[in-house]
């Protein structure tokens, strides 16, 4: 069965450092996801992808994350000057449409995280 | 605002006890409920939606729009069934998951 993959699985850095999160969607999925769990607190949405352009990013997306489909492939999050504050397990998820015409919303897919650490 | 609470953030029975996790949520559209699971050093995977109406693994889990909640609910746990359990919605303006904080169930043998 087809997963979402993630890659590293954890991330140490410097703060200030420039960190780039990997993850290859599921293969014939249209839609790509970011979120964030910090330590003892819930997953939240950071950022969602369609058609090669953000569509939506929450509050939390600000000037320092950037996402790119740079190939087929790979969907990545950089996060451009860390903080400690980042210290967090990042999640990706992918799926197939949504279908605001159906009136179902489809499943989302996660990968298994990267944690990272900022020190 | 878009909301989801679920009080519990530990919760332990017996194996073979019925368990109910809660949900409740705070959405002024027609939002999607989900229940998502994560087994131990696994990812998150979808359990249920309420849309679908189904049950699995034995578990199941009715939209109640009056009390705006969403509980999970098994009559007899299993050990296989201790894991962290996220309630989620999705709303009807976007494609965006907001989770409630998660509940970390343990079936004690």
Redesign the interface.
């Known amino acids: 069965e087809p ?2 993959t993630q890659t590293p699985s954890h991330q140490v850095t410097q703060m200030g450092q420039e960190v780039i999160l990997r993850c290859v969607p599921i293969s014939n999925h249209l ?1 790509f ?1 970011w ?1 964030r769990q910090i330590l003892g ?5 950071l950022v ?1 992808f369609y058609n090669n352009e953000i ?2 990013k ?1 509050e939390i997306f600000d000037d320092q994350f950037s996402v790119e489909r740079p190939d087929g492939s790979n969907f990545t999050l950089k996060i451009r000057s860390t903080k400690l504050e980042d210290s967090a397990m990042y ?1 990706c998820a992918s ?1 197939v449409a ?1 279908g605001f015409t159906t009136g ?2 489809n ?7 990267t944690r990272l650490t900022v020190l | 605002a878009q909301r989801v609470t679920q009080p519990e953030k530990l919760l332990s029975v017996f194996k073979g006890a019925p368990v109910e996790l809660k949900c409740n949520y705070s959405y002024s559209g027609s939002p999607e409920l989900f229940w998502y699971v994560q087994y131990s050093r696994q990812r998150l995977q979808l359990l249920l939606r309420h849309i679908s109406r189904e049950s699995i693994k034995g578990f199941t889990a009715d939209l109640n729009k009056g009390e705006t909640s969403f509980h999970l609910k098994k009559p007899f746990a299993q050990e296989e069934d201790s894991a962290m359990y996220y309630c989620a919605l999705i709303g009807n303006t976007g494609n965006q998951f907001y989770f409630g904080t998660g509940t970390s169930l343990t079936v004690i043998p």
């Open positions: 997963e979402v839609y996801y979120y607190q819930k997953v939240e949405f969602s569509s939506e929450s999640f799926s949504v179902m919303k499943e989302q897919f996660f990968g298994p995280g």
